[in-house]
């Protein structure tokens, strides 16, 4: 007789699940409320994939919980598309479509000043005649701030290679999908990241355009503090499930588009 599918699971095993031992398992402690409003039978399965050192397949997780594997893929993509698991390609063993593996995310970091944050949206929003004006503007006093004393970039590489880092150190969970993209009229790179977390998430989930200006004012500080000029970075708000897309678009300071000088060839003789 099945387990009751609605039912948390329980037990535990302190197995961790590998290609050679099969649907192996390590069922999670029991944890305190968290405060993602999810229900509780799709909490207790990401706890369950938290507590796994490896990514792992439908069939282990339903031997560990008890239910059905379609039960187990309904919650799983769920979770999937609210952005708390990954899921990859299993290698394939034979004929037939490969299996996903599941692993769960690692939990955003809240930021102590997210509560603040949300404040200081609903003012802009209230007072200021051009809030996300206003926003950016912040952002960029913000960003300065962040990257104030460090060195110049050496070049567009380097330059978008210490925003990145910044976001990284400020939350954000950066991916650089294509780092170095075309390059723009200015030397800008136009690199495509993923920011798979945001440290202001509940400000952003009421004032998105607000939260998305700060942060694009953010990178403009960092890159007038690193001696480049930000070029049109923009920001797409949940692009994908769980995730948003940032256009990164800095260049060195006074970097201008136009032909290469010719060779002075009486100079470059002399």
């Not at 399965?45 to 560990?64: I, M, N, T, Y």
């Not at 939260?211 to 503090?225: D, N, Q, R």
Request: aromatic residues 4%; proline residues 9%.
């Amino acid at each position: 007789m099945r387990a009751d599918e609605n039912a948390a699971p329980t037990g535990r095993r302190d197995v961790y699940y590998n290609s050679n031992v099969k649907n192996s398992v390590r069922l999670a402690p029991r944890n305190p409320p968290t405060r993602r409003a999810l229900p509780p039978t799709r909490e207790a399965l990401l706890e369950l994939l938290q507590a796994q050192r490896a990514p792992v397949p439908v069939s282990a997780l339903a031997e560990a919980t008890g239910w059905h594997g379609n039960t187990v893929r309904a919650h799983l993509q769920a979770l999937w598309e609210d952005g708390h698991v990954d899921r990859m390609a299993e290698e394939p063993d034979g004929r037939g479509r490969p299996s996903w593996l599941w692993r769960a995310r690692e939990r955003p970091a809240v930021s102590p000043y997210a509560a603040l944050a949300g404040v200081l949206a609903e003012t802009l929003v209230t007072l200021s005649p051009d809030p996300e004006r206003d926003a950016h503007e912040a952002g960029r006093i913000w960003g300065l701030r962040l990257a104030a004393g460090s060195a110049a970039a050496d070049g567009a590489d380097d330059l978008n290679a210490r925003v990145i880092e910044a976001m990284r150190e400020q939350g954000f969970s950066p991916e650089a999908r294509d780092p170095r993209g075309a390059t723009g009229p200015h030397g800008e790179l136009d690199a495509t990241v993923a920011l798979r977390q945001c440290p202001l998430i509940e400000a952003a989930s009421t004032h998105t355009d607000i939260v998305c200006a700060v942060h694009l004012g953010m990178i403009a500080g960092i890159a007038e503090a690193l001696g480049g000029r930000d070029r049109g970075s923009t920001i797409t708000p949940l692009s994908s499930p769980g995730e948003c897309e940032l256009r990164l678009a800095v260049a060195p300071a006074g970097r201008r588009p136009g032909p290469p000088r010719p060779i002075d060839h009486e100079t470059a003789t002399a």
